[in-house]
């Protein structure tokens, strides 16, 4: 029931020895046409990246042309444009919200989970149920009344607004910490209060500790959910300059006075890096945290 | 070891009740309040604010039910349904349809697997913004790459995102590019499939092809509705792709002062929540805000239901077999 996607495939092939007396000529073409074809689609979601960063380094001139391949490499053109726009505020912006949001996210989001998962309770289901809902809601639909609010308390045009939500109640993270939390066996919790745990020793010491993948992934999706938002930030930031994020900055790059094609390119190619560097160190947890959020539930 | 919360001596029970509820009760307390906040308040506001004409700074003014009649004489809001149904046909069908035919080719690798998953995946990490605007340089007519590349086939680049027939399927492109999760999502329930099905198939003379629409196909049906279901939430949600897109293709100076660019060309980008956005918090038409997002989150609980739904059966299903 539990994905098996960390599993190397390669194990699948049963014995090795038989097929390759019987490998013809039919089964290695078939081999070579599924590669091929994997290989295509591979380098066919690399390649839009590729252009971008070539067209990146090109020089302000070339950057113009229809030119695949830069005739000079202008490294320099990752660090100019950090003069051409604010973008180190930018990214602290960013960095603030999504840290701040994170970090909300685990204390308010890991003791709900629990609830939701290893405790029973009338209404439980139904409370699940509604954090279901709270996740599929379209942003949009609440906004109004938000705005309204924020506006009131004199927030909007700050951070606030983005981040506050996270220390109370973030649906998605509710959801993925419970699905991880629901493959810890109870016999654990049980034993836990047998030894005289009270629930807030079993969920730190026995749940949390057991359920770190699960917490790492979560906390990576928080991560990257609002470091690529772009909605929250344009409603509530939209107006004061001082406190985009990169992404919002990002759109609107025109306005950052950045119209060649290499320079926006080059915001384009940094605004991504996190992300690449995130999957690269825990790569196991997003994969992981992914399968979870369609196949378990 | 393995003793039982009904092993505990009886005196203790009436206590121990009373401390676990209150252990529910602290646990849940801030998602609680987060959710009557965020959801409860705004929810019932938003139909309230929706029977008033209200511009965030004069006090709302009732108005009966005045918005929900302007609907009916809104050109530009019989444009956004269309464009937002438009991309729940197309981007739900032509998303899963990509996602489970990229599964299947990864499922299928002996060797590579990592690496080709990895690209596949990758791109779906990239913020909206970013991938918009790769697709947008990558796309551009007069020169962008893409343009060369069909040069080399002697094919006409459409101007795609400055062409109001090509700029929702130019979205559809970014959005099959950035579709990675639902990938990975397929691929882990293609791989679950138990081995010997397959085994017990080939042995009745199936061939690749009849194995996986017989086999594969039946068994990921779960996670296949999940997919449409899923992409049919993205559909009726999408914005940031829709906003960045024009906002690039009109060349607008600032993508937060003017509105000229929300929804071009042509308003072939704009979409349900673009417009809703364009009405509260361009025009501070928030009566008018409020009665889409009434009708929004009508459509989006119908939906939500289906997905409940499922998940209940699905659940059921699992406490049947062991370990619930």
Redesign the interface.
Known sequence: MTATLTKPPVDVPAEPEQPRRKMNVGAVLNWVATHALGLALGLMFATPVVFVFLTAVMSDDQAFTADLWPREWHWENFVEVFDKAPLFQYLVNSLTYSLLATAGMLISSIPAAYALAKLKWRGRNIAFILVIGAMMLPPQVVAVPLYDTWSSLGLTGSLVPLIAPYFLFDAFSIFLLRQFMLTIPQSYVDAARVDGCSEFQALVRIIVPMAKPGIAATALFCFLFTWNDYFGPLLYTGEVKEQWTLSLALATFKGMHIVQWNSSMAVTFLTMIPAVILFVFAQKSFVKGITFTGVKG | ?????G??PAPGRGRARA???L??L???A??I???A???V???I??VI?SFTKYD?INAPEFNGLANYEFMFKDPLLTKAIGNTLWFVVVLTIARTVFALG?AS?????????G??R??????S??????AT???F??MRP????L??VLGWFGIDSPLWFADPAWSRPGITAIML?IS???M??????I??VP?EQYEAAELDGAG?IRRWWHVTLPTISP?LL??IV?SV?LA??L??QA??AG??AS???????STKYLGFPDNSTLTF?VY??TQ??RYFD?GY??AM??V??II??A??IV??QR?RK??TA?EG?P?A
């Open positions: 070891m393995t003793a039982t919360l092993a505990r401390r676990h509820r252990a529910v602290g646990f849940m801030p998602a309040i987060g959710f906040i965020f959801f308040y705004p929810l506001a938003t604010f965030l990229v080719v990864i499922a299928r690798l002996k060797s590579g697997v690496l080709i990895t690209l596949c995946y990758l791109p990490l990239a913020p909206p913004v970013a605007l790769v697709f340089m990558v007069n020169g962008g790459p343009d060369s590019w990675g999760d639902l990975i999502i397929i691929l882990a329930a791989l679950d081995q690749p996670v999940f997919g899923n939430i009726l949600q914005f940031t906003v960045v906002s690039a060349g607008a100076a600032d993508a937060t002062g929540p809703l956005y509260g918090f928030m805000a409020a997002a009434t929004l989150f989006s609980f939906v939500t997905l409940v998940m699905n659940s699992e077999g370990g």
